[in-house]
Nanobody, 113 residues
Framework: VQLVESGGGLVQPGGSLRVSCAVS????????MGWYRQAPGKQREMVAR??????DYADSVKGRFTISRDNAKNTVYLQMNNLKPEDTAVYYC?????????WGQGTQVTVSS
């Protein structure tokens, strides 16, 4: 199973960015997908997750980030608006397939002026 992220980069505070993650290599469809992030010196934390009709967000991103998925493409998206310097981290795609967790390699998001 492969999770391939794209869309990270450098953005100014207040800006927007969208990251994507495509899942391939499994005969099963993901039952849940999401995004976690890890800043330097900090533990990995959940950012947003999406299941069958449900979404869950970290308090720190509510109202600014939106998670969505395209089931036909096994792809999950994270639209990030009004980005803040504290959003700087490596963002990891996560997926649950047949009750097992899978992770992407991560994509760097840097919010700086």
């Amino acid at each position: 199973v492969q999770l391939v992220e794209s869309g990270g980069g450098l953005v100014q505070p207040g800006g927007s960015l969208r990251v994507s993650c495509a899942v391939s290599g499994s005969m099963f469809s993901p039952t849940a997908m999401g995004w976690y992030r890890q800043a330097p010196g900090k533990q990995r934390e959940m950012v947003a997750r999406i299941g069958s009709g449900t979404t869950d967000y970290a308090d720190s991103v509510k109202g600014r980030f939106t998670i969505s998925r395209d089931n036909a493409k096994n792809t999950v998206y994270l639209q990030m608006n009004n980005l803040k310097p504290e959003d700087t981290a490596v963002y990891y795609c996560w997926s649950r397939i047949a009750m097992l967790p899978y992770w992407g390699q991560g994509t760097q998001v840097t919010v700086s002026s």
